[in-house]
């Protein structure tokens, strides 16, 4: 990591820019902010306030809504690493198991089950969801994945809708501790003038005090819940509340950790000094996307008016039937002259009132006279309507929220599941892209932060195996692709494409004679490749007298291409028939090329270093299939010579490079296909 520089002009010039950048979206977005405001009041059962009734109260409608849209959301992410290159397979497998690892942690940075629920909780509420991956090398290599929320987010109002296009990012409410700024200033992160500046202000502070733009978050989160945050903030020590800032300058992408209050910057770097990808350690993702408006709108937008309209219908509803039961009265003060008595008798029982009929001139009932309410009608029909209006358009029906549909027919409801999972993982589908630029981030800050080898368990020929990952492993020769789908998704599609190769397997395995004048060679190659087995697979599973697997295919790989590039490639302890006869396959068949020919020495050498681990490797695989055939394991109990044991490795390497007798391979070993 870079150090901090001096305090100077740029960086100061730079934090009364971000000062400025910071008040204009915090302008800018109030307005919505009080808008989710309302919809976090609705979901945590506080009521608004109504004139002139009495029964108001909030039933969990929206609520439900919400929380349905939360469990048809929740899937987890499946993220991977595809190599490019056969060279990268290792690479990829340990880099794929160290984010398998971390997803699956719950360290308090890591526990990524959790961060993406939040992100999906608050784009349902703003419409916006937000990741955020902090790597580190403190204390060894460790990473940081958070979900920030779109009230402590700030962003360029004109930016669009692609965060990482905007010209400025930023995150308050980043709670920095007296210790926290003077660790970071030992560690070369922060200005040691600037901290000390810093803390001169606030040094016997012991309160976490919120800045003014956050005080909106308090009322969205906790005024509710009748809940007081602000006034019941006491901590113990010291507290900074900090704002992380990027923003580009003349061209360039700048990193500040600066103080708001006092305008006190800490840090200052060229963004890719602190992540040499240049990329925002932020990434958002949107329910519903708008390409030029970042702050569009979310699933409550809609969600809201509907629940609100429900609300009401049934408090007037309730209402209704009060008024109905305590209807307002009239009476004949001079047939009922104690009023009293005759208020108590309405409320109690066996009650006597007095009452002056004239001298029977009059019926008790002439004296008094009840306002009658009107019964309305059609609430629950109305409220049906509406509900059934809510599934269809939103996905949240019935079936969806546990209830039973009696008259539904099995078609219908089938078709109903079909359309809303279309509706929702269209909607889904800006999360699961969002994975993408997490895996590039994960990637990158291993690359910049790794130091020391991480533990990491793979799957291996003896199963599950442990192994290191370091940063020399992620010097791959192509970038890799990444690949995200949901959990669900990705189960389906596992389950669908192992039955479909197993198909594929037993039919290439049981087809009869074939038709002598069709390559039924090539037609296997079909079968396994319309079964989505790749190259690599469909190779080894048609060169019957291979025993490479992906790992020594990746080895061979990596060898030669280290030898072509003029890189001395590492010693492989692992080298079988297979690598040696490969490598030396292809100097055989590019011999011609000037390249080659310049490299012709390395590869001999390389090849005669490798002869003798390539033999020992070889008779311990010969010795454990004979051991095999022993004990029973092998088919029909046929005590066969293994094949590896009739193998020889590739015949001596003449002076001038080449076998001593280049067109004999009979003692060669087969070539495999790759």
Not at 11 to 23: D, H, S, V, Y
Not at 628 to 656: D, N, V
Request: charged share 25%.
């Amino acid at each position: 990591m870079a150090k901090v520089k001096k305090e100077n002009k740029l960086a100061q010039e730079l934090t009364g820019i971000a000062m400025r950048q910071l008040t204009t979206c915090y302008t800018f977005k109030l307005p919505r902010v009080n808008q989710i405001r309302k919809f976090r009041a609705l979901y945590n059962g506080q009521a608004e306030k109504q004139l002139r009734i009495r029964y108001n109260v909030t039933i969990p409608i929206f609520a439900g809504m919400i929380d349905t849209l939360q469990a048809d959301l929740d899937d987890s992410m499946v993220l991977k690493f595809e190599e490019q290159d056969p060279a990268d397979w290792k690479a990829a497998k340990k880099a794929n198991a160290y984010i398998q690892k971390e997803m699956v942690s719950m360290r308090n940075g890591a526990m990524w089950s959790q961060k993406m629920r939040q992100a999906r909780q608050e784009m349902i509420f703003s419409g916006r969801g937000f990741l955020k991956y902090v790597p580190s090398s403190e204390n060894g290599y460790s990473a940081t994945l958070t979900a920030p929320t779109f009230d402590d987010m700030f962003f360029e109002p004109k930016g669009g809708g692609q965060l990482e296009n905007h010209l400025f990012v930023g995150q308050s409410d980043i709670w920095k501790s007296k210790k926290d700024l003077l660790d970071g200033v030992e560690e070369g992160i922060y200005d040691k003038e600037q901290v000390d500046k810093l803390l001169s202000f606030n040094d016997g502070n012991t309160y976490k005090i919120s800045s003014y733009w956050n005080n909106y978050d308090f009322a969205n989160r906790f005024l509710s819940l009748n809940l007081t945050a602000e006034s019941n903030n006491y901590v113990g020590e010291p507290m900074f509340n900090m704002v992380e800032w990027c923003l580009t300058y003349k061209g360039i992408r700048w990193y500040l950790l600066f103080e708001a209050y006092s305008g006190t910057w800490v840090r200052c770097e060229k963004l890719t000094d602190v992540f040499s990808s240049g990329l925002y350690p932020w990434m958002s993702f949107a329910s519903h996307e708008d390409a030029k408006n970042f702050a569009s709108k979310g699933f409550a937008d809609d969600l809201y008016p509907h629940a609100r309209v429900m609300t009401d219908f049934f408090n007037e509803d309730m209402e209704n039937r009060k008024r109905r039961n305590s209807n307002a009265r009239a009476y004949d003060k001079d047939m009922f002259p104690n009023v009293a008595q005759l208020d108590e008798a309405q409320m109690g029982r066996d009650r006597l009132v007095s009452v002056d009929t004239k001298g029977g001139t009059r019926r008790i009932e002439e004296g008094i006279y009840t306002f009658q309410t009107p019964e309305i009608t059609g609430t629950i029909d109305v409220l049906s309507y509406l509900e059934q209006m809510v599934g269809r358009n939103f996905g949240v029906t019935a079936l969806q929220q546990g209830q039973s549909q009696k008259d539904a027919k099995v078609g219908v409801t089938l078709l109903e599941n079909q359309q809303v999972s279309q509706r929702l993982s269209y909607q889904a589908q800006s999360f699961v892209e969002v994975g993408q630029q997490l895996g590039m981030r994960v990637f990158c800050g291993l690359k910049d932060y790794l130091r020391e080898p991480l533990s990491i368990k793979m799957l291996g020929e003896e199963g599950y195996e442990w192994d290191t990952l370091s940063r020399i492993d992620l010097n791959i020769k192509r970038d890799f692709e990444i690949t995200v789908t949901s959990q669900a998704k990705e189960n389906r599609n596992n389950e669908v494409s192992h039955q479909k190769k197993i198909n594929a397997l037993v039919t290439v395995r049981n087809t009869p004679p074939a038709n002598p004048n069709i390559n039924a060679k090539l037609v296997d190659e079909y079968i396994l490749r319309d079964a989505g087995l790749d190259e690599i697979e469909i190779g080894l599973i048609l060169d019957p007298k291979s025993n490479a697997t992906k790992e020594t295919i990746a080895q061979t790989s990596e060898a030669i291409q280290d030898i072509m590039q003029g890189r001395k490639p590492k010693k492989n302890y692992q080298a079988t028939a297979y690598f040696m006869q490969t490598i030396l396959d292809f100097v055989k068949e590019h011999q011609d090329d000037k390249k080659i020919q310049k490299r012709m020495n390395e590869f001999m050498a390389y090849l005669d270093e490798h002869a003798i681990i390539a033999q020992e490797n070889e008779k311990r695989r010969a010795t454990k299939e004979a051991m095999a055939i022993k004990t029973g394991i092998m088919p029909q109990g046929e005590e066969q010579i293994p094949q590896m044991a009739q193998k020889a490795l590739p015949a001596p390497i003449s002076p001038q490079g080449m076998p001593n007798n280049p067109a004999d391979t009979t003692n060669s070993m087969m070539p495999a296909t790759v």
